[in-house]
């Protein structure tokens, strides 16, 4: 047998929302495939940015190793700042490791130590 029908129900349609809840499992896998195909497709490879290597932490620095070119400085209040290259003060900024100060080989790893950007 089949179903029964209320005879107020036979000329009325399901309205579109109701299809789309029914259907929800299968509209969150379609949406997950094809932004998972877009993600491969592209070939993007997101690098999260390095804060820790093994064997040593990079921001305990004493000596510049090569590409490291940002220096932290600490002035007269305590401040831990960090100059980049080409900034006013850059040139005439001295690092001191005996005071604490250190060169940072990104602004990521300056800041995640705890120290701002020079304001000039």
């Keep these: 047998m089949g179903k029964a ?3 107020k129900w036979i000329g009325r349609r399901r ?3 109701r299809s789309l809840l029914a259907a929800r499992l299968t509209l969150v896998l379609a949406l997950l495939g094809i932004t998972s195909v877009a993600y491969v497709a592209t070939g993007d490879k ?3 940015p390095r804060v820790h290597s093994f064997g040593g ?3 305990k620095v004493v000596f510049r190793k090569a590409g490291c070119d940002i220096k932290g400085n ?3 209040r305590g401040e831990h700042i960090y100059h980049m290259p ?3 003060y850059y040139l ?3 690092v001191n ?3 604490g100060e250190r060169w940072f080989c990104s602004q990521w790893e300056a800041w995640w130590a705890g120290w701002r950007k020079a304001k000039v």
């Design 46 to 48: 997101h690098q999260l």
């Design 57 to 59: 932490s990079s921001s």
């Design 86 to 88: 080409g900034q006013e």
């Design 74 to 76: 600490i002035n007269e």
């Design 15 to 17: 309205p579109w929302w």
């Design 97 to 99: 490791p005996a005071r």
């Design 92 to 94: 005439t900024t001295r």
């Design 5 to 7: 029908f209320h005879p």
